[in-house]
């Protein structure tokens, strides 16, 4: 039985051992926004947060983060309003197709929760480990930009938890 | 000039909520009860023939309901026109990679474990990787039986292992070389491109006892997709319905059948619903990749510039199987030419077997191929004649009331005005950066793509709520197409777009439409869905009229309502009626609800406008590690009326990326007949790190035969990127490189060559 | 991915016993995204899998603490500076050594490096330890933490061994790990405060891709311009990350000069072995291996602490 907090509630599901996280979503849980890509960590389109950090959920065993807090794609918006994030992703271009898109928004809500006022580059820097096909990525890096902007929370960047 | 309110919009995507949430359904996120998962087997071998095959030890691993060979299905081949692919080897394998068995499953680990103990002995045969090296009368024939393949084009070429043998051209090239003062000769290559679209193929289908089957299935042309599964699988196509979904980048990769056919089968030796979604290994080994093409142009000059003769060749490696070609030959050979004026011009193009992936379609099928032949042909001939690459393009450039050189008339040609802008706004003229310790260099190139025809039909129904409701089959790849659709309908009927919604069908509730691709859809359907909202509005307005107890002429619509305005009869008359309140008037339509219905069918003509794309690319190459850094970047696109141009925008920008990956890194690459490339950490596509600073420029104001007078983007950018670039690198080093991709070592080596003087 | 049973250890010697128990069917796993592809892949099949990731809490396992050294990183002349090290618990990710503010003043070098390893998203799973026994001669620490004269240790049940990470790799994927330890700490000496450095990793295709070539270079402080001592260490260029001792002999002693930084990485390309692959052939880059090793040298002497951009 493997026992996960998924976006906040308490899930579990039984499991053999070799069963991928993303498998676990997707399958056992029937949360399948976190998408299926390349299988080996290098698309993002598997992204979700573990316990707050960045995770690819097809190299992770569900059985190894065992009690951990886990953030997918459906636990973003907030009893159905969407998060800046989510909100610019609509407005200012940065999707077409959608498959890489939960992961993308997972990765740039982390970007901002990490540093609320990064610079074109940081953005471009901490997003390359999410591929996408359709955009180009101008109108991802675009939507970031403008959910920073729009976010309220202009706290100072976070200190480490060293 | 009309004024459009919901056209030229930058409206946002109506799916956008449930794309951000998550809550898009692809087809691998489909489930049905009961539902298993299939695997295959494939072959580790490009050319073999099958001794023997035994299922017996899979068949007894726990959870397995189903193992089937070829000896388990009808002798039956399928293929998007040309049918020449066995659903499962029969007999012989043609490419390492090719199916021989499957399995369906309780899980899909029992399914794997299953596949390791099917027993397959092979005989290999002499494998053929090289097309030159098949299309020689001496190596062995890959299909036999070719003559006998449904869909085979006529007349045969009568050449070894080649299907399809087309030319195009006009004049008389010996003519035309005896006409010439300088002949120029340049051979080029360009590698194997995967889609590299994130969502895998994937299906799920279900064989029911009544003997229909249901299919789910990440494919963007589902009529066509019924007509060859009704074809393989023998059953009528009223039979089989297709599913809508979300699709997760198509790029002409998700055209094809792939494993829908195989599904099938499974489904019906099991009794249950079976789901298969290709890992991305199988993927980059055996999905329908770009053709790669081994290109030799020869040009006749006058001394003054003009092109008086061009003679062409394109042997394309089509793979074991011509199955994943919808019009089996790629019809983008046809601008190998380029988009010059040449009196005299042939070209030859050839498909030929081989035991390597059999390829399909990607975004503009050849011409990202020919046009950085020809661009870079170009570009060498103007080098080596002492003139400027864009004043000998000027001199040679197509205008109105030329032929292009495959004899095509377009009218309102804009390539020099196109050219023009994208030249100026790279800074043509103005000196290049010099930085210390880089080689810089600019470089051009300009392609047109015209409109894809096809069919389409669409349904536009107002009911008692007044939001106008569109129906069709057809599933956006991510085009953002559904929302243009809904713009249209919002403009014709006056209201809001995100009043429009819109109703995805299944196949069996509508009639054909030729789904996305070709650059059709903003044309054909567009038409289509333009029509049916015309056919509305009058519909509306005749029902209205005697509700305003007025005349039909004096009734319009305006923001949701039907208004009546005043006239000199009445000149304080003024009344209204929702286009709600007007459709609960109406007798219940054929769908049951009250309301007013229309439909419409359109056929597209190939139209007499095409569109330029014309591109400027700037490089900076370390000369010592020959690293390519495009500085610059500029795409100019001759438009008609924008009807979103976040939307455009975003088709231009994907393009000139996908473009990009093209050009300096992507190739599947092989050994031995094996792809060697299988998974992203090998292939390696553009990441958001990559990108270099990118200009559009939109030359405004042509007509295009799209409504509003737009035209089709979402095949053009990704063209001529490749040229471009290969011509900045060129100016850069002062010397060719010539296949594709421009790697840093391919630059070392050029620059060393140059060097020592070769 | 075949069967396998999973154990999550409530300490770190219960783990060790473990491994003992389970013997050659078992790994230890980190991070696990070397681990979990390789048996995807099926080049791993293990009957046991112990999940360290509880541990990460617990023992110092992922700390980061500076203590003083056992031994000095460079012969020190400057008898009041104590030598420093800091031990990185082997469960510490790449991204808090990414974000860590002590790495970042005192071993800037090594903090370069970590953060060029593949993507933020792998960065935050993967853990210096895990790295480091997957034995994989492309990633970026270990040119870096050799340059360093890092250690690390290992811990059996029959106690604690350090290593220093020079002879910690073997071959391709094989390192000096014995079947019942486990890399518990990375010992990393702090190099004197003008110690100059940089981290060069040579990008031809994507931002996301594995090195086609790198190089470490540290060069301590050198007095006169005439270099005292220097490492340089390339990575992705051969089955281990390669010590360019033949450059760095050339170096010792004489003076700085751009003449001399060219004899020295002239030696390069016969002191590595890369493979032909996607990233290149052999040839080419035995060639950058040289370009490279000039570039880092340069770049250290030129840049206070090297910032490694390259």
Known sequence: MVKLKINGTEREAQAPAQRLLLDFLRYDLGLTGAKEGCGVGVCGACTVLVDGELFASCLTLAAAIEGAEVTTIEGIADQGRLHPVQQAFIDHGGFQC????????????????????????????????????????????????????????????????? | MAIYSAIGSSITRGEGPDKVTGKSLYAADITLPGMLWGKALRSPFPHARIVSLDTSRARAVPGVRAVITAADLPDSLVGRRLRDMPVLARGVVRFAGEKVAAVAADDPAAAEEALLLIDVEYEELPPIFDAAAAMSPGAPALHPAMSSYEGLPQPPSGINNVFAHITWGQGDVAQGFAEADLVFEHSFNAQLMHQAYIEPHACLVSAEPSGKAQVWVNNKDPYALREQLAAVWGLPEERIVLHPCSIGGDFGGKGSFMDAPLCYYLSLHSGRPVKMVMDYIQELMAANPRHPAVMTIKSGVKRDGALVARQARVVFDSGAYGAFKPTVYLRGADHLCGVYRIPHARIDSYMVYTNNVPKGHMRSPAKPQVVFAVESHTDLIAREMGLDPYEFRRINLLRDGDSSPVGHQWREIRADETLRRAAQSAGWDTPKPAKPGTLTGRGLAITDLSQGVGRFAARVSIGASGRPKLHMAFWDTGTGSHTVLRQMVAQELSVPVDEVDIELLDTSEMPFSSGSGGTRVTYTAGQAVVGAARE???????????????????????????????SPQRPAYYRTIAIGEVAAHAPAANHGEAGIVAEYEFASEPPDVTSFCAQAAEVEIDPETGAITVTRFVTAHDVGAILNPLLHQGQVEGGVIQGLGYALMEELQTEDGHISTLSFGDYKIPTSADIPPLTTVLVEGASGPAPYRSKGIGESANIPVAAAIANAVTDAIGAPITNLPLTAEKAMTAIKNRESGN | MIDFEFHSPSSLDDALEMLERYGGDARLMAGGTALVLQMKQRFAQPAHIIGLRPLAQTGGLSAVQETDAAEPYVEETDADETPKSIRIGALCTLRRLEDHPLLRARIPLLADAVRRVATRRIRSMATIGGGLVNGDPSQDPPPALIALGASVELTSPSGTRICPVEQLFIDYYETDVRPNEALTAVLVPV?????????????????????????????????????????????????????????????????????????????????????DDFRGSSDYKRQMAAVFTRRALTQALGYNKGTATP
């Open chain 3, 191 to 275: 190099p004197p405060a003008d110690t100059r450095g940089a981290y060069l990793k040579f990008l031809p295709r994507t931002a996301d891709d594995y090195a086609t070539v790198s190089t470490a270079a540290l060069v301590p402080r050198n007095p006169n311009n005439t270099c005292r001592d220097v490492r340089i260490v390339l990575g992705a260029a051969g089955a281990t990350p390669i010590r360019a001792r033949a450059a760095e002999d050339l170096l010792r002693g004489q003076e700085l000069t751009d003449d001399a930084i060219r004899a020295a990485a002239a030696t390069v390309p016969d002191a590595v072995d890369p493979l």
């Open chain 1, 98 to 162: 959608g498959i890489c898109t939960p992961g993308q928004i997972i990765a740039a809500k982390a970007l901002l929760d990490f540093n609320p006022q990064p610079t074109e580059d940081e953005i471009k820097q901490w997003m390359m480990g999410n591929l996408c096909r359709c955009t180009g990525y101008y109108g991802i890096i675009n939507s970031v930009a403008a959910a920073a902007r729009n976010t309220r929370n202009n706290a100072p960047r976070q200190p480490t938890d060293d």
């Open chain 2, 536 to 566: 509305l509005r009058r519909q509306l307005i005749r029902a209205a009229a005697p509700l305003l107890d007025s005349p039909e002429e004096d009734v319009s619509l305006h923001s949701g309502r039907v208004v009546v305005g005043p």
